[in-house]
C-alpha cells in the first residue's frame, strides 16, 4: 500500500493559516499517513487547532529557530513513508494534490521530486505584481524543471535519501534548488506537473515583496554587506524593472516597483549591527 507523509514547518504563524493548511491536507482524497507540524522555536509556541484533531497529525518544537531546512530534515527523519510531501503553511493544496502527484511518480520512475502550480486565493496589484515578477509561468503541460518551489513539493524518499536531506545553511531561501540540484546530480529528475494545484492564502505586501525580492538578488539580510554594494544592485534591479514595465505599457506595476526597491533599502538598515562602523562596513 501506498503510504505518504505530510511535512508542514511553521514559525509565527498565525492560527488561522495553519488551520487552513492543515485542514487541506486532511481532506485530500488520498489520506496521508502521517502530519508532522514541525515549531522552529515560534516566539508564541503553536498548537494545533481543534478544528483539526486528528490522530495523524503530530506537532514537536524546536528548542531554537533553526530554519526551514532543519525544521523540514526533523520531520523527515521521523518518516518511514514511501512518499513526503513538504507544505507551507499558507498554502492550501486541492483535494486530489497528493492523488495526482503520487500518480505522476509512479508513472515516471526517474522522477525524485513534482510540484504543481501555486496560485493566489485572491489577485489584487501585488499578486499580479508577484506573479510577473517572482513565479515562473510553468503553463498547461507537464515537463522537466530546474526545481522544485518549496511551498508545496512531493518527494520520493529514495531521492531525499540519496542526497541526505536538505542542507541546514539554507535557513529561509534557495533550500529547494539547493536539494533538486544535487537531486539532480544523483540522476533524479525534478518535474513539474500540469494537473491539480495549491491556493496560496498569503497576503502579500510591499515590504514582504521586498523581502523575496531581496533573497532573489542573492542576498541574505542576516549576513554581511557593503551598504553601497546592496544600494547599487537594488538599484540597477529597479531600473531595469521599471524599463521593461514602461516599454510593454505596465504602468499600474511603477509605484510597485518603487516600493519594492525603497522597501529593500528599509529592511537592509533595519537587520543591520546597530553600530555605525559596522553597518556601513565597505566589505562586500
Known amino acids: 500500500m501506498t503510504t505518504i507523509d505530510i511535512v508542514i514547518p511553521a514559525y509565527n504563524e498565525k492560527a488561522e493559516a495553519l488551520e487552513a493548511t492543515l485542514l487541506g491536507c486532511l481532506q485530500q482524497s488520498m489520506p496521508a499517513s502521517k502530519i508532522f507540524v514541525i515549531d522552529d522555536c515560534s516566539v508564541q509556541p503553536i498548537s494545533i487547532p481543534k478544528s483539526c484533531a486528528d490522530p495523524r497529525i503530530s506537532l514537536a518544537r524546536l528548542p531554537f529557530n533553526a530554519g526551514i531546512s532543519i525544521a523540514r530534515n526533523t520531520a523527515i527523519q521521523k518518516s518511514s513513508a514511501e512518499f513526503i510531501a513538504c507544505i507551507n503553511v499558507?498554502?492550501?493544496?486541492?483535494?486530489?494534490?497528493?492523488?495526482?502527484?503520487?500518480?505522476?511518480?509512479?508513472?515516471?520512475?526517474?522522477?525524485?521530486?513534482?510540484?504543481?502550480?501555486?496560485?493566489?486565493?485572491?489577485?489584487?496589484?501585488?499578486?499580479?505584481?508577484?506573479?510577473?515578477?517572482?513565479?515562473?509561468?510553468?503553463?498547461?503541460?507537464?515537463?522537466?524543471?530546474?526545481?522544485?518551489?518549496?511551498?508545496?513539493?512531493?518527494?520520493?524518499?529514495?531521492?531525499?535519501?540519496?542526497?541526505?536531506?536538505?542542507?541546514?545553511?539554507?535557513?529561509?531561501?534557495?533550500?529547494?534548488?539547493?536539494?533538486?540540484?544535487?537531486?539532480?546530480?544523483?540522476?533524479?529528475?525534478?518535474?513539474?506537473?500540469?494537473?491539480?494545484?495549491?491556493?496560496?492564502?498569503?497576503?502579500?505586501?510591499?515590504?514582504?515583496?521586498?523581502?523575496?525580492?531581496?533573497?532573489?538578488?542573492?542576498?541574505?539580510?542576516?549576513?554581511?554587506?557593503?551598504?553601497?554594494?546592496?544600494?547599487?544592485?537594488?538599484?540597477?534591479?529597479?531600473?531595469?524593472?521599471?524599463?521593461?514595465?514602461?516599454?510593454?505599457?505596465?504602468?499600474?506595476?511603477?509605484?510597485?516597483?518603487f516600493a519594492v526597491f525603497f522597501g529593500s533599502v528599509l529592511l537592509f538598515i533595519r537587520t543591520r549591527p546597530t553600530t555605525k562602523e559596522h553597518r556601513w562596513s565597505t566589505k562586500a
Request: with cysteine.
Open 90 to 257: 499558507e498554502v492550501v493544496p486541492e483535494t486530489d494534490w497528493l492523488q495526482v502527484c503520487i500518480d505522476y511518480l509512479k508513472q515516471h520512475s526517474q522522477v525524485g521530486a513534482c510540484f504543481t502550480v501555486v496560485v493566489p486565493h485572491k489577485i489584487d496589484i501585488f499578486s499580479q505584481w508577484k506573479m510577473r515578477f517572482h513565479e515562473i509561468p510553468y503553463g498547461t503541460t507537464s515537463r522537466q524543471t530546474e526545481f522544485a518551489p518549496g511551498n508545496a513539493g512531493l518527494f520520493r524518499r529514495e531521492a531525499l535519501q540519496a542526497v541526505k536531506g536538505y542542507r541546514a545553511e539554507f535557513q529561509r531561501i534557495l533550500e529547494d534548488r539547493d536539494i533538486c540540484v544535487r537531486m539532480q546530480e544523483q540522476g533524479w529528475e525534478t518535474h513539474y506537473v500540469a494537473k491539480s494545484r495549491c491556493l496560496t492564502i498569503q497576503k502579500d505586501t510591499w515590504l514582504e515583496l521586498a523581502r523575496k525580492q531581496v533573497g532573489r538578488q542573492g542576498f541574505e539580510l542576516e549576513r554581511e554587506y557593503s551598504f553601497l554594494v546592496f544600494f547599487q544592485a537594488c538599484l540597477w534591479d529597479l531600473c531595469h524593472r521599471l524599463g521593461r514595465n514602461l516599454f510593454k505599457g505596465r504602468i499600474k506595476f511603477i509605484f510597485i516597483d
